[in-house]
């Protein structure tokens, strides 16, 4: 299983955009599904984004709508999910996980391998 790394997280203004990376050095990351989940301090790790493992099929929470948007790089084994528009109430630790199959992509349990995570900071 591929060990997913994220990266691009940071300070950012109310209002501003940021992307974060998720990548993995094993050839096979393309064969997962990739999900983007965030977890803020005293609340549950929820879901953000996915893609299905050949990028046609991407599902969003409902608060990512219109203004998150996930994509993946099947050449450079990378999925983005670019964040704009940003809310104070978004700030969390967001993580990319790794699963097998392209079904309930925003089941957290359904995950099966997870990265250290990203911190998103977002001032008001």
């Known amino acids: 299983q591929p060990q997913p790394v994220e990266s691009g997280g940071g300070l950012v203004q109310a209002g501003g955009s940021l992307t974060l990376s998720c990548t993995a050095s094993?050839?096979?990351?393309?064969?997962?599904?990739i999900g983007w989940f965030r977890q803020a301090p005293g609340k549950q790790r929820a879901f953000v984004a996915a893609?299905?493992?050949?990028?046609?099929?991407?599902e969003y929470a409902d608060f990512a709508k219109g203004r998150f948007m996930i994509s993946r790089d099947l050449a450079r084994n990378t999925v983005s999910l670019q964040l704009n528009s940003l809310k104070p109430e978004d700030a969390a630790v967001y993580y990319c996980?790794?699963?097998?199959?392209?079904?309930?992509?925003?089941?957290?349990?359904?995950?099966?391998?997870w990265g250290q995570g990203t911190q998103v900071t977002v001032s008001s």
């Open positions: 094993e050839l096979t990351f393309n064969n997962y599904a």
């Open positions: 893609v299905s493992r050949n990028g046609f099929i991407a």
């Open positions: 996980a790794a699963k097998v199959l392209d079904i309930q992509l925003d089941l957290i349990i359904s995950y099966d391998t």
